[in-house]
């Protein structure tokens, strides 16, 4: 079946620009996890969905990451007034469930690249 | 708070050769142990897990993995390496019983040369 998606794989933005990337998990997921990846650098957390909510939003650096998913399966995050520093490696992960088990594996997206110049 | 060290950044070796990719972690409680491994221009994949029992765990495309809790270790193996291996390799931790966010090391590079 269909792996994790994610769009665009390339974007390319300006210092200050918004932008938005997005997410669709694998069908009958209902955990949803970002990472971000810098060069050289193990993925990072940045947030957990369980359904609809966001169960976890520990890892976002700071109050311009933003993300959602309104309807439990597909979730955008988005960057305000973006900055040289947000340039990296974005990664979705989707899991049969969250929490309580280590048997749910979570299967990663191919990752959006993001740029800011 | 959790940290995963791997003690190699990058690891050549020849085609046929034996490797071991080196991970320790740092937790106060227990955890979950995993290997991931990348390939250019693709998403991580899942190649071993630890959740309980024997502490010697086979994963897919031949590795194995030993978890140590004295040393708090979770080396990869492999005996006999081949040119598809050549990838980055990512160890992770969960907390047991806490929400499924993994923390990932800084990633091994392995290079296979003919």
């Known amino acids: 079946g269909a792996g994790v998606s994610q769009t665009p794989s390339n974007k390319v933005t300006e210092k200050g620009k918004y932008v938005e990337l997005r997410c669709d998990p694998i069908?009958?997921?209902?955990?949803l996890y970002w990472y971000r990846q810098s060069l050289g650098q193990g993925p990072e957390f940045l947030i957990y969905f369980q359904g609809t909510g966001a169960a976890d939003d520990s890892g976002l650096p700071n109050d311009r990451f933003f993300a959602v998913r309104p309807e439990g399966s597909v979730s955008t995050l988005k960057i305000q007034r973006t900055e040289r520093g947000d340039s990296a490696v974005y990664l979705c992960?989707?899991?049969?469930?969250?929490?309580?088990?280590?048997?749910?594996?979570?299967?990663f997206g191919p990752g959006t690249r993001l740029t800011v110049t | 708070a959790q940290s995963v060290t791997q003690l190699d950044s990058q690891v050549p070796v020849f085609e046929e050769a034996p490797v071991e990719l080196r991970c320790n972690y740092s937790?106060?409680?227990?955890?979950?142990l995993f290997w991931y491994v990348q390939y250019p221009n693709q998403g991580l994949q899942l190649l071993l897990k630890?959740?309980?029992?024997?502490?010697l765990v086979k994963g897919i495309n031949g590795f194995e993995a030993e978890f140590n809790k004295s040393q708090t270790s979770f080396h990869l193996r492999k005996p006999s390496v081949h040119i598809s291996d050549t990838a980055e390799y990512f160890c992770a931790v969960r907390v047991k019983g806490g929400y499924n966010k993994l923390i990932f090391g800084a990633g091994t590079r392995l290079a296979v040369h003919p």
């Open positions: 937790s106060s409680v227990s955890v979950y």
């Open positions: 069908s009958g997921h209902t955990a």
């Open positions: 992960a989707s899991s049969l469930g969250g929490r309580t088990s280590g048997s749910y594996e979570q299967y």
């Open positions: 630890y959740l309980s029992g024997s502490t």
